[in-house]
């Protein structure tokens, strides 16, 4: 009778530990699924804020830059590669819009084809 007892008190302990801890279980899945989709998150926010900064730092850098008219060309960043796009005077600006935008730190690439010349001399 006694190993009966026991028997059964180890059952019951182990249906217990079995069940209760399902939900333990499924607290530490929910809690690494919400931690990998933070650092998703905020990864994908420090790569936006990369990519605003070099914007900014790209037109800034043509506003004091001589032969570069920045209120004629457009800036736009995706993931570190700049994109220019509007009207310059010739392919001199062209260059040295694009030499200029990849000094700028982290920068991969630029892409000068949107940019179109105007009737205006080098």
Not at 1 to 22: P, Q, T, V
Not at 92 to 114: F, L, R
Request: charge should be positive; glycine fraction near 6%.
């Amino acid at each position: 009778m006694r190993h009966s007892l026991i028997r059964k008190n180890l059952i019951a302990l182990s249906l217990i530990a079995a069940f209760g801890a399902l939900p333990v279980a499924q607290a530490s899945a929910q809690d690494t699924s919400a931690k990998t989709q933070m650092k998703s998150d905020m990864h994908q926010m420090e790569r936006a804020t990369s990519d605003t900064w070099i914007t900014t730092k790209v037109k800034s850098e043509f506003a004091t830059t001589k032969g570069v008219d920045a209120t004629d060309i457009s800036v736009t960043t995706k993931h570190g590669h700049v994109t220019l796009s509007g009207t310059v005077s010739g392919d001199s600006e062209i260059t040295a819009a694009k030499e200029v935008a990849m000094k700028v730190k982290g920068v991969k690439s630029v892409d000068t084809s949107g940019l179109k010349i105007t009737g205006h001399a080098d």
